[in-house]
């Protein structure tokens, strides 16, 4: 059974809409529920880690707009309930992110059977699940889905044959929700970030990596939690209305781009060319 993680009773407004945010105790997750709470939505973070859970629905202060549930969303026991409970208190839901992701970085003969089967069942698995528990309930309004791909399901890369096996299924998961679920007024798509400054990252991301990073993406950072969670708060709005089974790069340009980006870089500025004087 799901577990709330502090008594904090949810107030029925109707009118008010619903985000449901998974993997929302930190990192990205977070960013897009402090986005949808500044825009005055009211908020069900979804997370298995009770402990940050609990310490970011007391940082957020704001009981009668958030709802906050222990629950692993590759866990379908776990997932129906907390649903269940996510409409008896809000009474609706107009959005759900599916952003709860693990990542197990290792070489392929080193990648054991049980970890290639749980880094799918969280980021495959868990969006499946918990989009078939919230369509029924968002079907009364209409809504949107937006799941959390990643470039490295765009591009394969050393390392990740299981995290971008996982999210290269997801991008398609995207599509085929959209073709089912359009009919019924939800639309799905999907926001495939490059590098985003989050512990996630800084578990997985050496110093060396980090440079790789800078010198291969043209706008020459990392993203920030909160451009991922501008990005999802657009597909989510009504601005979006006609965009359904889209993946949206939110990655400075390391998707759209071919080799060679640091050796002419080096040869070709144009800053530094146009900043010349005469
Ligand atoms: P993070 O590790 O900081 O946060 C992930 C959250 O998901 C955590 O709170 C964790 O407890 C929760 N979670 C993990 N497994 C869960 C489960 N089974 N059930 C419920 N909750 C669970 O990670 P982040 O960097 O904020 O990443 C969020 C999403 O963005 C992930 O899907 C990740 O793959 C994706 N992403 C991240 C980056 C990056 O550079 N940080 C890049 C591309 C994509």
Redesign the pocket.
Known sequence: MPSRTSHAPGVRRPDVPVAVV????????LAIAERFLAEGHRVAL????RK?LRATERRLRDPDRVLALV????NQEQVKPAIRRVAKAFGRIDALVN?????IFKPVHETKLAEWQRVLA??LG?AFICTQACAPVMMKNGGAVVN?????GLRASTLRVA?GTS?AALIHLTKQYAAELGTVGIRVNCV??????????KLVHSVAIRQDYYDTIPLNR?GT?EE?AAAVFFLCSHEASYINGQTLAADGGFEALGVGLPTLRNQFNPMRERRKPK
């Open positions: 998974t993997g929302g105790a930190r990192g990205i997750g979804l997370d298995i880690d940050t629950c692993d969303v590759s952003n709860a992701g693990i990542a969280v980021n868990g959390i791909a990643s470039i490295s995290y999210k495939a970030p490059g590098p985003v400054d989050t512990a996630m990252a990392y939690p991922i």
